[in-house]
T-cell receptor
Framework: DAKTTQPTSMDCAEGRAANLPCNHS???????VYWYRQIHSQGPQYIIH???NNETNEMASLIITEDRKSSTLILPHATLRDTAVYYC???????????FGKGTTLSVSS | DAGVIQSPRHEVTEMGQEVTLRCKPI?????LFWYRQTMMRGLELLIY????????DSGMPEDRFSAKMPNASFSTLKIQPSEPRDSAVYFC????????????FGNGTRLTVT
């Protein structure tokens, strides 16, 4: 399975965009990029996923580079409630179990 | 949609006792996953099922742990006998195993073994 590399922590000011990077240089053609987040003491929450194209939903945007070796999760207007650990995960195929790394701790401050 | 339901939310037990954690997946989902989370080891996959059949249990730490899924709407994770090092938050998740389907997690069971 392709592994991911994320920064340990990031800070963001409330109202600004939060851009969380993820490297997955060994990703293969049929592997999805998933993003989850975990707010303290809650279960992980699905944010967004993509295969090749950029994706956007009500929570975030996902930008995948053309060579698919890295991606960026964008929270366009971060709020205090976006403070969480964000996990970038590469999944070989639908239905395969997710293997979580350590993720990026995002701290949003006012 | 009620989401994935886990019970109990908190469990405190003494070493050596049997512990049973319960999970009700989202109706219609055909995959069910059990994870464990500790500060030291993060989120670890224990076992997962597809259509009630265990697919991969390589993450189950030892024989004291067992998981069952008797039907599509219920799963249990049992620890017998429990030990203090089993203290963790245990999460259940379910998904619809078609293209690009995300996992939906429950709120977890916080287990404390004294």
């Amino acid at each position: 399975d392709a592994k991911t590399t994320q920064p340990t922590s990031m800070d963001c000011a409330e109202g600004r965009a939060a851009n969380l990077p993820c490297n997955h240089s060994t990703i293969s053609g049929n592997e999805y990029v998933y993003w989850y987040r975990q707010i303290h003491s809650q279960g992980p929450q699905y944010i967004i996923h993509g295969l090749k194209n950029n994706e956007t939903n009500e929570m975030a945007s996902l930008i995948i580079t053309e060579d698919r070796k890295s991606s960026t999760l964008i929270l366009p207007h971060a709020t205090l409630r976006d403070t969480a650990v964000y996990y970038c995960i590469v999944v070989p195929q639908a239905g395969t179990a997710l293997i979580f790394g350590k993720g990026t701790t995002l701290s949003v401050s006012s | 949609d009620a989401g994935v339901i886990q019970s109990p939310r908190h469990e405190v037990t003494e070493m050596g006792q049997e512990v049973t954690l319960r999970c009700k997946p989202i109706s219609g989902h055909d995959y069910l996953f059990w994870y464990r989370q500790t500060m030291m080891r993060g989120l670890e996959l224990l076992i997962y099922f597809n259509n009630n059949v265990p697919i991969d249990d390589s993450g189950m730490p030892e024989d004291r742990f067992s998981a069952k899924m008797p039907n599509a709407s219920f799963s249990t994770l049992k620890i017998q006998p429990s030990e203090p090092r089993d203290s963790a938050v245990y999460f259940c998740a379910s998904s619809l195993g078609t293209g690009g389907s995300p996992l939906h997690f429950g709120n977890g069971t916080r287990l404390t073994v004294t």
